[in-house]
């Protein structure tokens, strides 16, 4: 099948960008790098996307003229969230129907050089220190029509910048909200630490209700310096009437660590490119997935795993549950670069379907030019087991429950990963919503 | 008055292949039956029926507890209402935590009537108890924190399907070899906690080829099956003469059963 956007059906027309520029106020060099974005996106329309990475989508029924980057119905007080609140935070910022509507930052944090807070505002007052990571370095506005699409439309934004060497010990939280029907949001996510700094984000989606329609454009950038450390969450958690496609990227320097975790629960249809580039040596990055898909759900994720320089390690794991009519696709890559040798990389995605009428596709790949690595991938998908149900029923457990039970153990494997106690708990807490089941608590 | 497993010319097949063909056994609480036989005889497919293992077809007869017929319960009502079913091969449960499966299975054997989502036992009263309990078997308390049997040794498995027996406490137990493929130290583990916890309320139906669980165990009755039947019922010193002597003897008393347990074992052996 190829893959075409009908470009009658976009709707984002030079008219639609035109009227979108005037209700900016930015300075000249954003609304520049806007343009040329924009001319970038009426290219790519034009050219077919990547077939390894779109064939397995179908994008036929997507259509964006019923979506708009404005609207006037956005209602702040409706969002519900599922982070904030469960912890001490040293910032928080939410943007709402692509608005930032609330932001604060530890007067602690700013006196150390920290900026957190809103995109546009935060570019504009630092042009000279962000300008050159902002679309340039991780995600690249020609990469395909949604990073153009993207590059030209985006709407609020999160920052975090840590100088060098400065460590901050309390999370932050990012909240992007969806209250308005048909509302088209554009977020972006920029996050740079510098040497050796540190720093955690927990970033979580949310729609008002269930029964708006949404479409979120949105980008992740990742910039992680020599000996520093990034912990980096996204939680999405949209309605079922919500289309999510994002570019995200990660680039780790020379010694530098990334712990980066993917939910996906929501959505009626999301495609994430994940990109993690190990640019320095021995800089390593783990990568986390949790998906669990229910009804007609299609959740699809693009990940590439790209060694640049010597001693690197990466270690990807994903694991998905799909039930009812749910349709999961995981496209992996590892690739290993001449320069980086004795590289490590892993990758593996495990797959648990609940129902027949589910289906999950997993490819692991590998592309390797160095001939001293160690690279290791694997896919399996695989039912509940039979006789592990009837085990527990045995112990009086009903089935049913028993299903839970397996599938929140599942899960436990890739929560055990996750050194964040309130996103383990949050999450276990998410999927046993999904279930219809009350907590478990260990001893 | 103690209660009563009643078990009625069972006839049990799988993947429409007669196994059991036509089994009678009573066992009541505070009761020790010994189950011997020689392979193919249909000693496990009797434990797996008797628990209501879905692949068990029972194509004809009864089990039933107090005069209730359970044949057609589904194995986690039977649980509830006191079978347990000690497994030859424990069941591993990738992340789910032992403590976790073990106080939802307590949690329901103790109030029948639980639904899913409804509480569980106290907590506190939960970790007092399963930490005695622990004491009690030699167990590590680092054991409750473990994922269920997920990468436990031969011995730790068996010694977890002990400990939860001694939480869910039921009217009937069925040890299914329990005792196979465990060093000395390990049998001795387990027969000396069978020996703790069974008693006037527990009756217990051992299925077993070693004389170390019965000797700390001596059984009342002990039956010999062959070919799909209980061809044989006597006390201890029959499983002291099966063990020294072998099944030679049975067979030639039983010659139309051990030709069907010939069979049995040739169609399993392909």
Known sequence: MTVTIDIDRIGFSAEVFEEFLTTRSEPSWITDARRAAFAKYEELLGAELDPEEFKRIDLRIFNAAKFRPLTADSDASSVSTLLAGETEYGGSIRHVDGTTTHENVCEDMTAKGVLFGDLQTLLTENRELLEPYFLKQAVRPDADRFSAWHAAFWTSGTLLYVPQGVEVDLPLHSLIAHTADGVADFGHTLIIVEDEAKATLLEETTSANEDQSGLHVGCVELIVGKYANLRYVQLQNWNQKTWHFAHQAGNVASEGSLQWTVVGLGSKLSHIHQDVNLNGRAATAEVNGVTFASDRQKISYYTQQHHKAQGTHSDLLYKEVLRDDSRVIWRGMIKVDAAAQQTDGYQRSDALMLSSDARCDSIPGLEIEADDVRCTHGATTGRVDEEQIFYAESRGISEKEAMHMIVEGFFQQVYDRIPIEIVRDTLSRTVQGKLGIESMTAV | ?270
């Open chain 2, 1 to 270: 008055m103690s209660s009563l497993l009643k078990i009625t010319d069972l006839h049990v097949s799988v993947a429409d292949t007669p196994i059991l063909k036509g089994v009678n056994m009573e066992i009541r609480q505070g009761e020790i039956h010994a189950l011997m036989g020689p392979n193919g005889s249909g000693k496990s497919t009797l434990a797996y029926a008797l628990s209501g293992h879905p692949n068990y077809s029972i194509t004809g007869g009864s089990i039933e507890i107090d005069g209730v017929n359970i044949t057609e319960q589904e194995a986690d009502e039977r649980a509830r209402l006191g079978l347990f079913l000690a497994f030859q091969y424990p069941v591993v449960i990738p992340g789910v935590k032992v403590a976790d499966f073990i106080r939802h299975a307590v949690s329901n054997i103790r109030d029948p009537d639980r639904k899913e989502g409804e509480g569980l036992i106290g907590m506190r009263e939960f970790r007092t108890e399963i930490k005695a309990r622990m004491e009690e078997l030699g167990m590590d308390l680092e054991f409750a924190r473990r994922y269920l049997n997920d990468g436990f040794s031969g011995g730790e498995k068996k010694r977890m399907e002990i400990l939860q027996m001694a939480m869910l406490q039921p009217k009937f137990a069925i040890l299914d070899e329990t005792d196979s493929g465990l060093d000395s130290d390990a049998v001795r583990v387990v027969s000396e906690g069978l020996a703790k916890l069974s008693g006037p309320d527990m009756g217990v139906l051992i299925i077993t080829h070693h004389e170390r669980l019965l000797e700390f165990n001596p059984p009342q009755y002990t039956h010999v099956m062959l070919g799909g039947r209980i061809v044989e019922t006597g006390d201890a010193a029959l499983a002291h003469d099966l063990h020294a002597n072998g099944y030679a003897t049975v067979r030639e008393r039983h010659p139309e059963a051990a030709a069907d347990n010939a069979r049995a074992e040739e169609a399993a052996a392909v």
